[in-house]
Structures are given as structure tokens and as C-alpha cells.
């Protein structure tokens, strides 16, 4: 039995060297898949502009879903994307309109500016989202009134992904390239796998380049190979 089918007549089991093009899966909305782990910051991003306080954090290590729905508030909201550094016109863009700040904790900020966007956005009813891996608490904050800002903001944690949600991801992953995969395969790389969403896309997208570069089919040998290349502990038996 074939470990996927294969549901696009173009990809010819002869095909050689694929072009590397980025793959472009359905990032929407209606695309999110939904677990308990992702609910509560799912429900918050729903409840735009009703929030319960005018900044929100989603906060959740690497991998867990913070940027796919940073971009589906982005969309919902309109909101533009800043960066408070010292200099830089965050707080004009915040008095204006809904604004995004991706990936607080590690790409810093000016705490004189973050201070003021908050500021911005409060007194002009607009929102503020940020995404971190860790809660503002443990930002390496030293003005005392960002510190009590932050304090009021809402934070919402996301945690790691648990195995029916990765197992959904590879799916959807594979399903966006046409491609259909056994259920075997599916638990086979869910139980090797690093448990993030970044990794299941990185291992989606190996295998398909891998197989159309080789003219063969998505089988275990060729899972375990990928996964091997990407440092994890496992067998082909």
C-alpha cells in the first residue's frame, strides 16, 4: 500500500530537481485548526475590538501558533505592523489605528517607546497586540511605568501543540500540496517529531521536494530519512 497518494495528475513519478518556490498553505481564518491549547487565544483574537483591556500579549514558545494568528488579527483588524525603537514612530502609527508588535521579547525594544505606544493606544481606543515566547513579566523591562502597563495588559498563553493537533497540521499541510497521507505515517512522524508547527511544516515541505526530486512516493524509509536530517531520534522499523 502506497504511505500517500497522490491527487495532482501534473507530479509525474519522473520529475527531477523541483523548483524552489515557497509553498503558500491556506493561512485563513477558516484554515485555523482549533485545539484546547489554542482556544482561549483563538477566542481572544474572535472578540476584536471587544477585548477586556486594549493590549493584548499571546505568549507561547516557538512553533506554537503566535504569527498565524498575529496575521489573522491583522487582517481582521487592519492593524500595522511596528516596532518601538527609540526614534521610530510607533505611537503615531498606534494613535491611529489597531497596531501588531511580533516577537517582543526578541527582537527588544525601547521601553521609553514601548511606554508611549501604550499610551497612544489608549487614549485614542485603538489596540495593541504583541507576541512573545515569554510573559511581559519576564521582559527585561526597567521603567517602572511600562512595568505597570504591562501589567494591565491581557496575556494569553499558548502552549505546545499535543499530538492530535500536530496530526491535524501534517494533514492540512499535505492536503494544501495536493498530497494524501496514511494515518500511519501521520502517527509514524507525529511520535518522532519535534512538537511544533514550524517543524511539521519544515518536514511537509522535505518530503514533498524530496520525493518529486527522486520521482518517488512519500513512504516511511523516505520519512525517517527527513527526520534524521532534522536531528531526530528514531528508527525506520
Known sequence: ????????????????????????????RDDLLISERLAAAVSIVDAWPAWPSPVVVLAGPVGSGKSHLARIWRELSGAADIHPELGSDAAITAAAGPV?????????FDDNALFHVINSVRENGTSLLMTSRLWPISWPVLLPDLRSR???????????????????VIVKLFADRQLYIDDKLVLYIVNRMERSLNAAQTIVERLDRLALSRGTKITRSLAAEVLNELGNSESAD
Open 1 to 28: 500500500m502506497n504511505d500517500v497518494k497522490n491527487a495532482d495528475p501534473k507530479r509525474k513519478a519522473g520529475e527531477q530537481l523541483p523548483l524552489v518556490f515557497s509553498h503558500d498553505a491556506a493561512s485563513s
Open 100 to 108: 501588531l508588535f511580533e516577537d517582543a521579547d526578541r527582537l527588544g
Open 150 to 168: 504591562l501589567k494591565a495588559a491581557t496575556v494569553v498563553e499558548i502552549g505546545e501543540p499535543d499530538e492530535a493537533l500536530l496530526s491535524q
